[in-house]
C-alpha cells in the first residue's frame, strides 16, 4: 500500500501491479527487428536496456536492504534515473564519463559494453591509440546488438562493484571501500566526489586535454593532423582514443552551483574563442535538490541559455528516445569537439537517499506521480507493447535479477573492510623521493646530451647557467623553461601568463619560445584555472597552472582540496592529477595593495592530506625545487603548490643595497643531482658558531632572520637559520635536530598567529619530545591592511631581534 513515503516495497509493489496490468502482446516481434518501425534500437537491445535498468533498480532495493540491518553505508543507485542507461548505451565505452551519483543504470551499461568489447586481440594487432581509435563519424552499435539476450549475467560485475561500494568493503575496484563512487579505469569511469558540480571544471579541462593531445606530437608540437602520434619518451600516456568525448553527468539543482556555471562559461568561452571542448554535460533532471524544487522551466530555460553549449532535450522513462537523442548529441560532439548539454528529465524515486523523509516536503499525490511514471516500468511497458516479452517473462528477469543482487549483496558483505590507518592512507599520495631524484638526474642528462642543442636553441644561444646572477622570479623563469624542454606535454596557464609574461614578469617569454599551445592565457576564473589543471593531468598532461595571487586561491580551493587531493585517494591511484600549481603571494610589498596582494594564510592549504607546499625564497632554491615538484608529479602524480613570495621576486639585496646577495647563477644541468631538494628537507644557514639560537622560518622569513642574525651575531650571538623551503610535508627531522642542537629555538612565522605555520613547527617539537626553550614571532590574527599600517600586524626585524633576545636571557 502506497503510504506517504515511498519505500522499497511501495516500489516494488507498484512494479508488479503495473506489470501484471499490462495486456498480452498482439503478436510477438522478433528480438532482432527495430522495437518499433522506426525505432534505432532492436528488441534484443530494449530488453539488454531492460535489464541493467533492472539491476539498478534491485540495487536501489538492496542498498536500503543493507542499511536496514546496519551493514550498508549507501543507498543511492540510480532510483528514478534509470533512463540513463540508455545515455550510456549511445556513448562509446571509450569516452571518458565522470558520472552523477544517481548513475546505477549507466554504469551497468558501460560495464557490459566493455566486457563485451574485450577481444583478445591478435598477435599483429596495431597498439597506437590513433591506430585503433574508431571511424570518428561513425557511432557504436549500443551494447549487445550482435550478443544474445543475458538477462542479469553482463551486469553482474558491475552490480558486485556497486554492492562493495555500499558496504565500504576493501575489495571495492576503484575507492577499496573509501567512499562509495562510480569509477573504474577500465570502464574511463572516472571517480566523481559527492560535492555537487566539483567536477564539472575537471570536465571541460578534460575536454580541452583531450583535444589538445590529438593535436601536439610526442615533443609538444601541433601536428596539424588532428591525430596524436609517437610514444617516445615523455609522451603522455593518454589514456582515451583521440576522438574519444567527455561526458558528465549532474543533477538538475547541481546546474545552479558555481563550480558548474564556471564549466559552462569556460566550455563556452572557448568554443566562443574557436576552440575545441568536445565535453557533452547531460543535467539529469528529476526537478529537487533534496527538498528545493527547481522552479518550473528553470532547468531548461538556464541550459539553453548557456553560449557556446548546444542544447538537447530527452525523456528518461523513453529509453528510445533517450538512445536517439543521445546518439544524436554525442555524434554532433564527437564530429565537431564543441559543448553539448544533454537535458534528461527523469524522476526521483525512494527520497532523495536513504534517511531521507520526503512526506515532509512532498505531497502523497505527487509521489503516486512519481511512481507512476516510474521509468523502469515505461521499458518494460514499451517491450510488452512492442510483442518483444511478456509481462511474465519481464517479472521473471526481474525477479531473478532481484535474486542474483540479493545474492552478490550477501557475499560482498562479509568482505573485509579497511582495516588500518595504513591501510587508508596507502592511496593518498605516494611518494618516491628516490624515483624522483632519479627523474632529476635523468632530466639533467637530457639537458646535458641529447638534448642540448634544443635547449641552447630555447634560451637564445645562451642558456641560464651563463646569465650570470638571477632575481627569484628569473630563476622561476628559467626552471619553467627547462621544464617545458624536458616535458614535452608540460603545459604553463592561467591568467595573464602568456602574452603579458605574468603581472610579476615570472613567465615572460615562454609563450613565445614555446608556442601559444604550450603557454595560454585563460578566462578569469580560478574554479576554471585549476579545472583545466585537473582535466589534463588525468589525461596525461603535466599542467603547471598559476593562480595569480594567494588571496584568489580561496575562491576556487575547492578544486584542489576536494578534487585533486581525494583522486589518488578514491581511485587507488588509478586516477592522477600530477599538477604544479604555482601561486604568488605573502606579504611585504611595502604596503602595496592591501590584504589581497599581501595575503599571508596558508592554512586552507596545510591540512589538505598529502598536498605538498613549496615556497621557495631564494633563486638558487627556486630552480632545483620547481625540477622537484615536476618530477613529484610526474613520478608520483603529486599535487604540488608552489607558493612564490613576491615581494622575493625582484629583490636583489640581502644586508645592504647593492650587495647582490639575494641573487643567485643559474645551476648548470650537470650539478642538478648534486643540488637536487627533495621534498621536506630544509636549508639551513649557519651564521657565527650557530650554537646559540635556531630560527625556524621561511619565506619572507628567511631574508629577514638573516639579517636579524647578523645583528645578533655583532652582539656574539651564533644563530642557525632553518629555511623549511617546504611547508608540507613539513621537514621534522631537519626542526628536531637543528632546534635541539641549540635548545633556544624561534619560530619566525610570517603568516597568521593561529593557524599559521608556526604551530606546526611547534607541534612537530613537542610530538618529538623536544625540552629546549621555544617562542613564536607570528603574524597578527587579523588580514593586512593597506599601506604602512600594514607593518603593524606583519613580523618585523625588529620582532626578530626582540624575540631572539628574550629567549637568550632565559
Ligand atoms: C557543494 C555541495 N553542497 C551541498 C551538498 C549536499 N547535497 C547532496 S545532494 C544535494 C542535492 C543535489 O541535487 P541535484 O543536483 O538536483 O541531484 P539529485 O540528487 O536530485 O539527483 C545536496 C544539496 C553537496 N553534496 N555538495
Not at 549507501?74 to 556513448?91: D, F, K, P, Q, R
Not at 596525461?540 to 595569480?548: D, S, T, W
Not at 583522486?567 to 602595496?592: D, I, T
Amino acid at each position: 500500500m502506497l503510504s506517504d513515503v515511498t519505500t522499497p516495497q511501495d516500489l516494488d509493489d507498484r512494479f508488479r501491479e503495473t506489470l501484471a496490468a499490462l495486456p498480452a502482446p498482439a503478436q510477438r516481434r522478433d528480438l532482432a527487428d527495430p522495437v518499433t518501425d522506426d525505432a534505432p534500437l532492436t528488441g534484443a537491445q530494449l530488453l539488454d536496456l531492460f535489464d541493467a535498468q533492472v539491476t539498478s533498480r534491485q540495487l536501489d532495493l538492496a542498498g536500503r536492504w543493507l542499511r536496514s540491518f546496519g551493514e550498508g553505508f549507501y543507498t543511492i543507485g540510480s532510483s528514478g534515473h534509470e533512463g540513463n542507461a540508455a545515455v550510456a548505451a549511445a556513448l562509446r565505452p571509450t569516452d571518458p564519463a565522470l558520472l552523477h551519483y544517481r548513475s546505477g543504470a549507466f554504469y551497468c551499461v558501460r560495464a557490459a559494453q566493455v566486457a563485451a568489447d574485450a577481444p583478445t586481440p591478435p598477435a599483429d594487432a596495431p597498439t597506437s591509440p590513433a591506430a585503433d581509435a574508431p571511424d570518428p563519424d561513425s557511432e557504436p552499435e549500443p551494447a549487445g546488438s550482435e550478443a544474445p539476450v543475458g538477462g542479469f549475467v553482463p551486469y553482474a560485475e558491475a552490480a558486485r562493484d556497486v554492492l562493495r561500494g555500499m558496504v565500504a568493503s576493501s575489495e571495492e575496484p576503484i575507492a577499496g571501500g573509501r567512499h562509495k563512487v562510480f569509477g573504474r579505469a577500465d570502464l574511463a569511469v572516472v571517480p566523481t566526489t559527492s560535492t555537487i558540480a566539483s567536477h564539472l571544471p575537471r570536465a571541460v579541462g578534460m575536454g580541452l586535454a583531450v583535444e589538445r593531445l590529438r593535436r601536439l606530437d610526442t615533443a609538444g608540437r601541433r601536428t596539424g593532423t588532428g591525430v596524436r602520434v609517437g610514444s617516445g619518451a615523455g609522451a603522455a600516456h593518454v589514456p582515451w582514443p583521440p576522438d574519444a568525448i567527455v561526458v558528465c553527468s549532474f543533477g538538475d539543482a547541481s546546474v545552479n552551483h558555481a563550480s558548474a556555471t564556471a564549466a559552462f562559461n569556460t566550455a563556452g568561452w572557448y568554443d566562443h574563442a574557436g576552440l575545441r571542448i568536445p565535453v557533452l554535460f547531460v543535467c539529469e533532471d528529476n526537478g529537487l535538490g533534496i527538498s528545493v524544487r527547481s522552479p518550473e522551466g528553470w532547468v531548461e530555460a538556464t541550459l539553453r541559455a548557456k553560449p557556446g553549449i548546444r542544447y538537447f532535450s530527452a525523456d528518461g522513462a523513453d529509453p528510445v528516445g533517450t538512445y536517439a537523442v543521445t546518439q544524436e548529441a554525442a555524434a554532433w560532439v564527437r564530429r565537431y569537439r564543441r559543448p553539448a548539454v544533454l537535458h534528461l528529465r527523469t524522476i526521483r524515486l525512494m527520497g532523495h537517499a536513504g534517511a531521507d523523509a520526503e512526506s515532509a516536503y512532498r505531497s502523497p499525490a505527487e509521489l503516486a506521480e512519481d511512481l507512476d511514471r516510474d521509468p523502469v516500468a515505461a521499458t518494460a511497458r514499451l517491450l510488452v507493447d512492442a510483442g518483444v516479452a511478456t509481462a511474465e517473462e519481464l517479472l521473471a528477469r526481474y525477479d531473478e535479477t532481484g535474486w542474483q543482487v540479493r545474492r552478490l549483496a550477501e557475499e560482498v558483505l562479509g568482505e573485509p573492510k579497511l582495516a588500518s590507518a595504513a591501510d587508508v592512507v596507502s592511496a593518498l599520495a605516494p611518494r618516491r623521493p628516490v624515483r624522483v631524484a632519479r627523474a632529476v638526474a635523468d632530466a639533467a642528462a637530457r639537458a646535458s646530451g641529447p638534448g642540448a642543442a634544443a635547449r641552447e636553441g630555447a634560451f637564445g644561444g645562451k642558456p641560464p647557467e651563463l646569465s650570470g646572477p638571477m632575481t627569484l622570479a628569473q630563476s622561476i623563469n628559467a626552471a619553467l623553461a627547462d621544464g617545458l624542454l624536458d616535458h614535452p606535454q608540460m603545459a604553463v596557464f592561467g591568467e595573464d601568463v602568456a602574452v603579458k609574461g605574468g603581472v610579476y614578469g615570472v613567465t615572460k617569454g615562454l609563450r613565445d619560445r614555446f608556442g601559444a599551445a604550450r603557454v595560454f592565457d585563460t578566462l578569469l576564473d580560478e574554479t576554471s584555472v585549476l579545472g583545466l589543471g585537473l582535466g589534463a593531468g588525468l589525461a596525461g598532461m603535466l599542467p603547471v597552472p598559476e593562480i595569480q595571487y594567494l588571496a584568489y586561491l580561496h575562491n576556487a580551493e575547492d578544486q584542489l582540496r576536494g578534487e585533486a587531493a581525494t583522486m589518488q585517494f578514491f581511485s587507488r591511484g588509478a586516477f592522477r592529477n600530477p599538477m604544479v600549481v604555482r601561486v604568488a603571494g605573502l606579504a611585504y610589498q611595502q604596503g602595496f595593495g592591501g590584504h589581497f596582494h599581501n595575503d599571508n594564510s596558508v592554512a586552507v592549504l596545510r591540512d589538505v592530506p598529502g598536498l605538498v607546499i613549496a615556497v621557495p625564497a631564494r633563486p638558487d632554491d627556486a630552480a632545483p625545487m620547481l625540477r622537484t615538484c615536476l618530477a613529484s608529479a610526474a613520478v608520483d602524480g603529486s599535487v604540488c603548490v608552489f607558493l612564490e613570495p613576491i615581494a622575493l621576486y625582484h629583490t636583489r639585496d640581502l644586508y645592504a643595497d647593492g650587495d647582490g646577495e639575494w641573487l643567485a647563477g643559474y645551476p648548470e644541468p650537470g650539478s642538478w643531482v648534486a643540488g637536487h631538494v627533495p621534498i621536506g628537507r630544509a636549508r639551513v644557514y649557519r651564521i657565527g658558531s650557530a650554537d646559540d639560537l635556531t630560527i625556524i622560518t621561511f619565506g619572507n622569513g628567511v631574508r629577514m632572520s638573516l639579517r636579524a642574525a647578523a645583528v645578533l651575531a655583532e652582539e656574539g650571538v651564533g644563530t642557525r637559520v632553518v629555511d623549511l623551503r617546504w611547508l608540507a610535508p613539513l621537514p621534522v627531522a631537519d626542526i628536531i635536530r637543528e632546534s635541539s642542537a641549540t635548545g633556544r629555538v624561534l619560530v619566525v612565522d610570517e603568516t597568521r598567529r593561529s593557524g599559521g605555520v608556526g604551530e606546526g613547527v611547534i607541534a612537530a617539537l613537542v610530538d618529538a619530545g623536544y625540552v629546549g626553550a621555544a617562542r613564536r614571532v607570528a603574524g597578527v590574527d587579523s588580514f593586512v591592511p593597506l599601506g604602512p599600517a600594514a607593518r603593524h600586524v606583519l613580523v618585523s626585524p625588529e620582532a626578530i631581534t626582540d624575540g631572539a633576545r628574550t629567549l637568550l636571557a632565559r
